[in-house]
Structures are given as C-alpha cells and as structure tokens.
C-alpha cells in the first residue's frame, strides 16, 4: 500500500525530513502544512498548505482531507499543543510522541524531576521553582555557576548560563525582566556538548551519530544563542574530541529514558556535556535537532518511510544503516542576525553548481530552506535563520570545504554564517578541550 505521509513543520529540519520521505523507496506521497511556506518541501511535496501548525484541529482537518496514513511532526510546539493526540483522535498515527510524553522536552522542571524519580543516569545538581523571587535569591546564594531556565518552550534562547554569557547579577536582572514565574536553576555543567538522537518504538531505541550544534550566534561560540548556526558530524558514531565510551554512556542514558517513559516513540534527543565527571544530560528534545536533521538524515541509508510504518504497525524497527561520512551543516542567517537581523536579502544559491563543487570533493552538497519568502522574482530572507547548506564528504575537514565553497557561490552578502563550524581549528580546539579536562 501506498503511503500518504503529512509532514508538519517548515523549517531547514522538516526540509531534510521531506527529502528523506522523496528518498524513500517505500512508494508514499508526501503533503506538507506549517505556518510558514518553505519553497524547499513545497517543491518536494504534493500539495504544501500554509495553516497554524500548533492548532490541532487545523492539522487534523487538514490530515483527513489529503487522507494521510502517517505523519511526521518537526518542531516541538505541535507536539505541546497536542497534535499528534488530536491525530490519534482520528485514526493517524504519527510518529511522535503525545503531548505527555513529550514533556520530557516541554517541561523543564518536570525533566529534572523525571530523571530523579526514576535514577537516570547523567543527573545534575537542580532545584525547580513557581516564583521568580525564590529562583532569584537561590542563584545569589547558590556556590558557583548555574545554568537559569525558564521551564517552558523558548526556542532554545531562554537559557542563561553564569560565569559563561553572564554574571549572577545580569542572570538575577534576566529573570526578573522576564515574563516567568516557574524556572529550573541548575549546576553550570563545564565540558562539550553532543547530541545522540535515537529512533524510539516499542522496545527499540536505536541511535545516530552524535552531533555537535553550535548555539552562539559568533564565532568562537560568542554572542547570544540562537536556534543553532550550523552542526557537524564524523564518519563513525563519534566525534573527534569522544570515545567509544561516551557514545555506549549516552545510549545507556536514551534507554533508560524510554525505559521510564514507558510509551514513548518518534525521535528522542538528548544533549549531552562530556564533563571531567563523565557523560551528563543538558536536556531532552522531543524530536530532531534542527540543525541536527540535516546531519543525520542525508547519511541515513535506511528507508525513512520503512521506518514510520514499522512504528505504526508495531514492527521492530529496522536495522539503521548509516553512510560512513562526515557532515558539515552551516545556516546563512540574515545579517545582524539575531540581535538586530535585516531581511530581504535574495537568496541565490545554485544547486547544480553546489553538487559540481561537492563532486571535487568525492561528496555531496545539499541545501535545505528555512525561514524564506518566496515571490514572483526569487526567495528572499525574514528576519530567522534563512537557509542551510550541508557538506557530504569522507572527512569533516573536506565537508567543510564543501559547505563553505557552496556558499561562496551564493555570496555573503546580507548574510551571516559562522564559518569557524566544522574547521579543523576548531575541531581540534575541542579535542584539546576534553584532553584539558581528562587531566592529559
Ligand atoms: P537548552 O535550551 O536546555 O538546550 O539550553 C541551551 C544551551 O544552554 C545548551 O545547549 C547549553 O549550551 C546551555 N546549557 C543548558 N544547561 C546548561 C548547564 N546546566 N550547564 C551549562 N550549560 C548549559
Ligand atoms: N539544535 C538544538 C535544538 O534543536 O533544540
């Protein structure tokens, strides 16, 4: 039987999902909606339909209308409204978590309070409060740094980390401007950070390579953070700067997740830090990374579809095949970006041209749409991250050639992009980094 596979979201991260369904040898048809229009899935899909992804019954109209079969849900939000219940409600599955259990991402205090009650491995010193005032005096008198949260969705921007971006006073000042009352205040965690994202059904847990994201708008991981600049990975399951070790230690820490969860599926993130004291959790997703996506899905050589009907059927999954290269992710955000971002700027970047350049390289180029406007004479830039262009090769160091000799051809200017991504400079300056912290 044929798929009908509805797609919601529309970000560089649902971009790379669409082309894993069009890749797909399962024969499905794809229909995309979110609510903002990516000429990227558009042009890959049946029909794409711009609606409030976070309105359940503007999803679930839409889903029985195209009668899809399976849906695939990108960004967190739809996932707290409770749209994939609402598909649930009538007959699709989804593959995603219900809004329960996705709480291991959308409630902050509720993640910390999980991994406790349940012995977790990876848990951090934290404390939950209900009033800012309590957080506030906690984090004057707190012995060290912290890491404050506000316990709902911020868009990965609501973290503040002291003796990193900020000082305790300008933390204190941070959370009062706020519109919370509920924050989590935790132990300021001193390390890498990597992310595994696993492939959850049943009582399978099955991971990807570890990724690594860079959250700070500058470079040399300066500035504000942002959704995420740009993401690399290597060729095994680990990055340079991990040990075989760490990957088996986050794969312990995603099982016994989904373990106590119980009833979990769809995709589970964990971001990890490697510390002096091991492997710890800096938090749950409950869904791809974006960037991450982009990573992981163009060197993922199972079938994408294959996959989602396992889920649905209650069929083990399959085996996870995985390309041994490397990837370098890097988005072109607008300039000014995200202080101050100025949008309009035309997008020109040449996908023909971009595989030519790849082929120099024995790789591939890829590019995924983000935040654009499309009109009559181009696509054009808003005021988010606009687009990204991926880098396939044997080597990080060549993937990153490839992604930065793509956007050469498209040109830099009215863009922003944080060109140290995926360097062997930097590359190197974190492996020095964890040998710093293991005492070698
Ligand atoms: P989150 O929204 O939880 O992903 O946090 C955003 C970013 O803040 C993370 O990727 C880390 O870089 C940083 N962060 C969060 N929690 C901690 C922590 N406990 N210690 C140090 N950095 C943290
Ligand atoms: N790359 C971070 C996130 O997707 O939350």
Redesign the pocket.
Not at 186 to 190: A, G, K
């Given at each position: 039987m044929s798929e009908t596979v509805l797609l919601v979201g529309g970000g560089g991260r649902e971009h790379a999902i669409a082309r894993a369904v069009d890749e797909a040898e399962e024969p499905a048809t794809l229909y995309a909606c979110a609510s903002n229009r990516n000429p990227g899935i558009a042009r890959l899909a049946e029909e794409f339909e711009t609606l409030d992804e976070n309105d359940p019954d503007a999803v679930v109209d839409y889903a029985l209308e195209v009668g899809a079969t399976i849906a695939a849900i990108g960004p967190e939000s739809p996932l707290q409204a409770g749209v994939v219940d609402a598909l649930e409600d009538v007959d699709v599955y989804a593959f995603a978590p219900r809004e329960e259990d996705a709480r291991i991402e959308t409630d902050?205090a509720f993640q910390r309070e999980f991994m406790e009650a349940n012995e977790i491995p990876g848990r951090?010193d934290y404390e939950t409060f209900d009033d800012v005032d309590d957080a506030c005096n906690y984090v004057e008198s707190y012995d060290g740094?912290?890491?404050v949260?506000p316990v709902g969705l911020?868009g990965?921007?609501?973290?503040r980390?002291t003796g990193?971006q900020v000082t305790t006073d300008e933390a204190v000042a941070y959370m009062r401007d706020s519109d919370w009352d509920d924050w989590v205040v935790?132990?300021?965690?001193?390390g890498e950070?990597f992310t595994v994202q696993a492939f959850v059904a049943g009582d399978d847990v099955l991971v990807s390579p570890a990724v690594q994201?860079h959250?700070r708008a500058y470079e040399g991981d300066e500035g504000p953070?942002t959704g995420g600049m740009g993401s690399y990975s290597d060729a095994s399951f680990q990055l340079p700067f991990m040990t075989e070790a760490d990957s088996v230690e986050a794969l312990r820490i995603l099982e016994a997740t989904v373990d106590a969860l119980e009833d979990y599926r769809g995709v589970l993130y964990g971001?990890f830090?490697l510390t002096a004291e091991g492997v710890?959790v800096?938090?749950f997703?409950a869904r791809f990374g974006d960037p991450e996506a982009m990573n992981t899905l163009p060197v993922l050589e199972t079938d994408y579809v294959e996959l989602m009907q396992a889920a649905r059927d209650g069929r083990p999954l399959p085996e996870l095949e995985f390309a041994e290269q490397a990837t370098v992710c890097k988005y072109a955000a607008p300039e000014g970006y995200p202080v101050d971002p100025k949008a309009g700027t035309k997008v020109a970047v040449d996908e023909e041209r971009a595989r030519e350049v790849a082929s120099d390289y024995d790789g591939d180029a890829l590019l995924f749409y983000a935040s654009v406007d499309e009109r009559d004479d181009g696509i054009y830039t808003t005021t988010s991250r606009a687009f990204a262009v991926v880098g396939v090769a044997d080597t990080i160091s060549d993937a990153e050639a490839v992604a930065e000799a793509v956007l050469d051809e498209a040109g830099d200017e009215g863009l922003h992009v944080r060109h140290d991504v995926g360097t062997d400079a930097l590359v190197q300056a974190r492996i020095d980094h964890v040998q710093e912290l293991r005492g070698n």
């Open positions: 902050k951090i740094d912290v890491a949260k911020t990965g921007k609501g973290v980390v990193d935790e132990e300021r965690l001193v950070e994201d959250k953070n971001q830090m710890k800096v938090e997703n």
